[in-house]
Structures are given as C-alpha cells and as structure tokens.
C-alpha cells in the first residue's frame, strides 16, 4: 500500500480545512489515500461529515485537544 499524500492545514479555521480538503481529494484518484493534519477543533466534526456527505471512506481519526489528523480514501468520481 502507498504512502497517503499529506496535507497540512494547521491555523487554518473553519471552513477553510474542508474546502482544502475537497480539493486535494479532487486531484487524486478513487482509492489514493489523503493524511490531513488540522488544529481546527471544528475539523473533528466537519471533515468526517464532509466524508459521509462525499462518499468517501474516514479510515481513521486521530484528535488531541486541538490537533488532529484524518486518514481518508478517495471514493469513486
């Protein structure tokens, strides 16, 4: 398996760490994999909506105060 492409969006707030995400995932293939790193805490809850809504697969979820980090697979176009 390949190494998910990293997208950093530390500092970044809401909405601006979904919207990044979309487009990163739109550069991608169905099945790549993307790493986001966030310290938005609205990212805990609005990245795995973003994923439910889009179709694609939240393979995990990782949160600490703050900081967190998604690991997401590319649903198909």
Known sequence: MSEPTSLDLKGL????PVLK?????????PGDRL?????DPMAAIDIPH???EAGHTLE???TD???GSFL???GTD
């Open 60 to 62: 995990d979820k990782q």
């Open 65 to 67: 105060g703050e900081s």
């Open 50 to 52: 973003f994923c439910n």
């Open 21 to 29: 995400t979309r487009k990163a995932l739109a550069s991608l293939k």
């Open 72 to 74: 997401i697979r590319k």
């Open 35 to 39: 790493m986001v790193l966030t310290t």
């Open 13 to 16: 707030k809401c909405p601006l």
